[in-house]
């Protein structure tokens, strides 16, 4: 008999993990998916593509469902876990099954954070982490729409260009004094800022949102200053938080996330995490990158091989249609050295972020804004750490000078 | 159109040096103007140097003063009409004449005037203002020549021709760089060498490009020439080579000269030692003069610019007098003159110590003149020479100045104070073709537009004696007049008209002749009276011709002396008792280096015109020092970097030039930076005013200085479309290119202040920037329309060398986005090409990647993936591929 795998979970983080167990192992366990959401396993990093309407919503499907049915993978979505038992290794499910597992695997993902202000149980405030966020969005998108996303992170401003993109009128209502403030430093967030205007969304910074008003739906946004903007709509975008109450109620140790070691091993044998709601070694991942690597890693955990999650150096690509921005490591560079490049014409700017290390000079960080095709290339550069020096003077003009000038 | 001898061509004349190489100019339609070499013309038959060659890019109308102008009490100009200007200059000096009378008016002209403006510029102020204060450029150029001669011949007479060069058996060149200076002639040495096996001797402190394959190179210590042929010309009395008929006959004063050069030179070994020369490169120099009877020995500033140069001139003159090496094919003494027109203006008397036709201020010769001129109010006694006159300007004493066609706030000795001193004139005008240089922005009062080389028609007479006709082949721009033109109507309005009414250039050349032949019984060596009753026509197409050319005669004489008979009143040459020779100034623990100067291959004086050639600005684009090897370690300066130079009258800050062709206690600066090209260049203000006693030129070529070194946090270059005012702090020098202007730079400047100066000064433009905080890198450009407007580049001294780089950038047209990428990276942008848009972020995968994937024959996303990995981490890039592909499909099946 194969053994019983099952995933709770199907999004991004499952589904690799389903394709790695099956590379791995093909015959060795019977796999079960069990996903929350209504609809097969999708690609969440084009919610935002898909709300702007570049993509259809059957474009963003990770696998068709005959792929699926040919793996032979009981994918069970828009059902829900109710209960986990770690010691009788079962979980039940909300319409009263029961599952018995010999590996469990937690992929549960994050939920969006919404941020306790009066009035955030009104109509028309939304948050952007699903489908269903996507489909309420586009329902109330209608002529002459006004919205306010509040966060100028990575996911409020892909949602801002969105609904900008179908007509409505967005205001990104920020608290920091730049955009993206994580990931970018002070000039990209400027640019960022001014083709974000350029494109028709209107950016508000040090806006420290106090209240949402209105009598049955929303109808404005008012500020910590006395100020307030009329809008129909309000998208939270302010971050996420690890959905681990189900892990925790089983026992399972967490801090932020489901505690793992490198093999993705949760406090209980044969129970595991991966993905946005699991911790290593102190840090959680929102991004799909790692959550990829913790897949293969997993999978080999699995199936038995050695294999180790050592933490990944995270890279950041926003995805607006014509923005490149690329960001990795030690952005800011405090206290290091930087060199700067930029071209404002071409609207183009990187920095890199240089220390010295024990065998020379290493690349630790980078931001890359408006061309950002070499943004891997850096990448590589920082995790390996290896020295830089004899590329020193081509480094900021990306690998294609640097290969040709060391040949 | 007289001259021509191809369809379009001008014959015409070199503006650079004194060899006045015959020019072939075809105007183009752009306002320039092809140039070659007139095959025809006996000083070059066809060849050029470098400069020559050059001319057609010197002609533009770039920076020209195109109109009259006043300067306003704000010390702006305006525009005015020529009447204004004209009768500002009339007024001014009439008013000044009036109140501190005649010796507080001077005029300063040069060696670049034709010979038709320098003599009415001469009449007027010796014949019709009554002073002498007539000095000129040439002051720093020839005047010990000048001297050296008129002592020993009686008159400024160059005995020789340039057929002499080709036809001697050994040429010795002394303190003369022929090969950069009057490079159509050293190529006619080296053919010498080449065909009839001449041999060529250098005497310089410095080893210069003319001794690098010279048979004898003598290094002496600079200012001893004297010692070393007042020991030439006792070895050849103790060899018996003396022509004891020739001085018994045709000279004067042997014995004692004899006596005085035994003092000068008492024997071999203090020779040696005074001359810092091995005994045997001493006795092999004799040895090859002594024994070869054609020998010329030629000489430059190396002897004239000097406070002994007359005393030079004529140690080396005794030479050829005691042997009878004079007058003769293949031997003579020959000063090779620096300007185009020095000789011209020696002729016209355009000198202070000289009246006019090689007349001096006997009162005879004050008489005849006058009423050759029928001048009210002749000048009766020499006026202020070159350095004098600037000392008299400081002082107050000459209160009115008319300056024309030269720039002595750069070129005078102690430039700053003659700059200075200018500043402080009660009126001063300026005749000039650029609206700005050093002497103008001293604070002129009156720019009188003046016509330029190409415009201007005239004669000039070169080294040899022979005149050629410079002619007009542009149109005379804006307002610009020629400068015969501007001095005639300012006389008539002084109420000269009658002795100024001049039609034309011809009619002036006519009146010059008539007066080297007024009352000349042969007396002045000086005599064109032949061409004194030529008609316009003949002038126009008047072919190069030498002097003298008396009146019947048709040809002039190519040698002078044949016959043993001197222009002195016993017609015998005279044999001068020399001084034992010392510099003016000697060394000393704060200034213990000797500084020369001297010019470059490519430029020409102050680089008003060289300067616009970017052919020419190639050669050498900063102002620099040679520095002996082992001096520059004791100092310690550095190939390349800076030293600071100073001297007792001023400082300089340049370029370190560390070279074994320098002399160890010497230092070698070019003098050809300004103001106007670079920041610290103006080698001028170092140098030493003293004057020979006789001559009065200065010692431009031994001013005792210090050099220490110096650094600055980054180097670097600017270049831009125009010129542009860089930082104060800047240390820059100028030089023109390919589409705009560049300047090497360098500052202490932060790469923060460097950019936020570069964002200021183009605002208006795109700017990219590189900050490379870590290594002290900056680099900037600025575009326009996609153009390059200008871009900065600075590093931490010795790096990478980025000039050709930026070069390339200005003279780029149009760039896209590819080579805009790599504009900063200072390397070629040829085959890196912009990948295009990237699709895959995760991979970094670009359209061009993906579209060449497709034509490669992926049929699917999934086939992309596998062949660039595209698409197969995220994913979100998915869609984008499969819509590259439906692309690809339509347009295959279109």
Sequence with gaps: MRERLVIIGGGMAATRLVEEVIACAPHRFAITVIGAEARLPYNRVLLSSLLAQDVSEADIDLKPAAWWRAQGVDLRFGARVTGVDAQGSSVTLDDGSVLAWDKLVFATGSNAVRLPLPGANLPGVLTFRDCADVEQMRAAIKPGARAAVIGGGLLGLEAAYGLAKAGVDVTVVHVMDRLMERQLDATAAGLLKQDLERRGVHVMLDAKSAAILGAEKVEALAFSDGQNICVDMVVMAVGVAPNIQLAAAAGLATKRGVLVDDAMRSSIENIFALGECAEHRGLVYGLVQPAYEQARVLAQALCDHDAAFEGAVTATNLKVSGIGVFSAGDYLGEGAQALVWRDHGLRRYRKLVLREGAQGTVLVGCVLYGETSDGLWYLDLITSAQPIDHLRNDLIFGPALCAREAA | MEGATTMDAIRTTCPYCGVGCGVLATPDVMGGAAIAGDPDHPANFGRLCSKGSALGETVSLEGRLLHPMLRRASGSYERVSWDSALDAVAEGFSRTAQDHGADALAFYLSGQLLTEDYYVANKLMKGFLGSANVDTNSRLCMASSVAGHKRAFGGDLVPGSYDDLDGADLIVLVGSNAAWCHPVLFQRMQANRAQRGAKLIVIDPRRTPSADDADLFLPIAPGMDTVLFAWLLQEIVARGAVDAAFIERHTSGFDAALETARQIAPDLASVAAGCRLEPGLINAFCDMWIDTQRVVTAWSQGVNQSAQGTDKVDAIIHCHLASGRIGKVGAGPFSLTGQPNAMGGREVGGLANMLAAHMGFAPAEVDRVGRFWKAPQMAQREGLKAVQMFDAIAQKRVRALWVMATNPAVSLPKADHARAALGALDFFAISEVLLSNDTLNAGA????????????????????????????????????????????????????????????????????????????????????????????????????????????????????????????????????????????????????????????????????????????????????????????????????????????????????????????????????????????????????????????QPELKATPVQATPMSFAREGAFVGRAPVELPDTFWWARVTLSGGVGYRVASDWSILEASAWFEQSFAGCEIAELLDAPQGLYRAAAFKDGRLEAALFLAPPQGEPVWDSLKDLLAAEVMDDSRRRFALSVRDAGGLMDRGPMVCACFGVSQAVIRAAIEAGAPDAAAVGAAVKAGTNCGSCVPEIRKLLAAARVAQSA
């Design chain 2, 445 to 696: 009062h009156v720019l009188l537009p003046a016509a330029a080389w190409g415009e201007k028609d005239g004669s000039v007479t070169n080294s040899e004696r022979r005149i050629s006709r410079q002619r007009r082949f542009l149109p005379l721009p804006g307002e610009a007049r020629p400068d015969w033109w501007i001095i005639c109507d300012v006389a008539r309005r002084m109420g000269f008209g009658e002795a100024f009414s001049f039609a034309g250039p011809a009619e002036i050349f006519r009146e010059h002749a008539a007066l080297s032949a007024f009352e000349n019984d042969g007396a002045r060596g000086f005599d064109i009276g032949g061409l004194a009753q030529m008609s316009g026509e003949t002038y126009d197409q008047l072919a190069p011709v030498q002097w003298p050319l008396r009146m019947g005669e048709s040809a002039g004489a190519a040698r002078l002396f044949a016959d043993g008979v001197f222009p002195t009143p016993d017609g015998r040459a005279r044999f001068v008792e020399l001084s034992k020779p010392s510099l003016s100034m000697a060394t000393s623990p704060d200034f213990p280096l000797m500084l020369n100067t001297g010019r470059l291959r490519d430029q020409w004086h102050t680089m008003t015109r060289t300067g616009r050639s970017l052919r020419l600005g190639a050669h050498a684009p900063e102002p620099c020092v040679s520095v002996n090897p082992q001096d520059a370690a004791q100092l310690g300066l550095t190939h390349g970097g800076f030293a600071h130079i100073a001297s007792p009258f001023g400082e300089a800050l340049l370029r370190v030039d560390v070279t074994d062709a320098q002399e160890r206690g010497g230092v070698f600066a070019p003098i050809h930076w300004s103001a106007q090209t670079s920041s610290h260049g103006r080698v001028g203000a170092l140098v030493n005013p003293a004057t020979d006693p006789f001559s009065g």
